[in-house]
């Protein structure tokens, strides 16, 4: 009998084409995933790989069973969700995603107070940048950024939250000091070298010569240093008392935040106590979210 996780290695391996990009998705280390792609080889005797300087590619048998293999994940999906889905009990795992400013800049304090009223949930955060596949179970809950519902799987079962809405902020002292007259011209930080169209207009003059960051955190503490200006969230850059808004700009819907679950998922006890304590707090920061609530506030 063939072992479905030997089967759960597999899929990994042929999907992100490489043994240690498996090994770091199914958070196991490089020689596990090794000894079961073995051990699935000599179940069904022959050669599932072929080792290339660019990565695993599937070898002809590979193929064959890749499209059993997908059968097999989606039916022990389908029955594991199944039976997550009756189960009513508080005490159990709760896998979140979101997004890291989420996570860091909004939400912490509400997880927080969310496992202080719910004792037995073991919380699991995953605060990726990355969309996780809730139908294979990867997590339990996502809160997304929607910029148009209609993109929504038509397979998971959302909760609409408030609308979210960004701006463009600098440093209290760099705007100080532009006013008082300093003729240098300011930089933008961006992240992975992009800076929206409805960022560019604004009375301060600036340098085609960014700062660019790869993190969010890193943005963040640059444009509190007073290394250039750039775009966050109202919601990060509103509550920062060391940022101020850039005169003369205008801020800018990002889209929706919504709570994501599965179909069965969500008839789980715990998912739907959770969904529902964030769903009131997000009401709570319309303001916020929105922009309203004012610089420093």
Not at 51 to 58: A, F, H, Q, T, V
Not at 279 to 295: F, H, K
Request: glycine content about 8%; some cysteine.
């Amino acid at each position: 009998m063939i072992d479905w996780d030997d089967v759960r290695y597999f899929l990994a391996v042929a999907r992100e084409g490489s043994v240690r990009a498996a090994a770091e998705r199914l958070k196991v280390n490089h020689s596990t995933v090794l000894r079961r792609i073995a051990a699935l080889e000599a179940r069904l005797g022959a050669h599932m790989f072929e080792k290339l300087p660019s990565g695993y590619r599937l070898t002809d048998a590979g193929e064959q069973v890749m499209e059993f293999a997908a059968q097999m994940e989606t039916s022990s999906n389908q029955l594991e969700t199944r039976v997550f889905g009756r189960d009513q009990s508080i005490r159990g795992v709760l896998r979140v995603t979101l997004a890291p400013l989420l996570a860091t800049h909004l939400l912490m304090p509400d997880f927080a107070e969310f496992a202080r009223v719910y004792p037995e949930v073991e919380m699991e955060i995953l605060s990726i940048e990355g969309p996780v596949n809730l139908t294979n179970r990867e997590a339990d809950v996502a809160i997304r950024v929607v910029y148009d519902h209609n993109s929504l799987p038509p397979n998971l079962y959302g909760l609409q939250g408030p609308e979210l809405f960004g701006g463009v902020y600098m440093s209290g002292p760099l705007l100080a000091a532009w006013r008082s007259g300093a003729r240098d011209r300011i930089r933008w930080i961006v992240k992975d070298s992009y800076l929206p169209d409805w960022a560019r207009d604004g009375e301060v003059r600036t340098t085609g010569v960014p700062v660019r960051t790869t993190y969010a955190d890193a943005q963040i503490a640059a444009v509190r240093q007073g290394l250039g200006m750039t775009t966050l969230p109202c919601f990060v850059g509103d509550a920062d008392k060391l940022l101020v808004r850039v005169p003369g700009t205008a801020l800018h819907r990002h889209g929706t935040l919504w709570l994501l679950t599965q179909g069965e998922t969500r008839k789980t006890k715990r998912v739907r106590l959770f969904t529902e304590f964030v769903s009131r707090r997000l009401a709570a920061y319309v303001p916020l979210l929105a922009g309203l609530a004012g610089p420093g506030d």
